[in-house]
């Protein structure tokens, strides 16, 4: 006869089965242990590069709102 008991919890009508806390945080150790942390470098380059894309978005969405608002006062005023 096979025993119908498992060692680890199984899920109930679609709810997951918890973790134990202890469990979790050396879970969370471990997979923090496998990443690759960028450079002093690299973040100054990201941090460049992101600024760069923010100014150039803000100024195409302040002339679409420039050019659409002086469309706008064109036609209705």
Do not use: H, I, N
Not at 21 to 40: C, H, I, M, N, S
Not at 42 to 60: D, H, K, P, R
Request: glycine share 8%; aromatic share 12%.
């Amino acid at each position: 006869m096979s025993d119908t008991r498992s060692r680890t919890p199984t899920a109930k009508d679609g709810e997951s089965p918890r973790t134990p806390p202890g469990l979790f945080v050396r879970q969370v150790v471990a997979e923090l242990r496998k990443v690759v942390w960028p450079t002093q470098q690299q973040v100054v380059t990201y941090f460049f590069v992101v600024l760069v894309f923010v100014a150039v978005m803000m100024a195409y969405v302040a002339g679409l709102d420039f050019g659409l608002g002086k469309a706008m006062f064109a036609v209705f005023g």
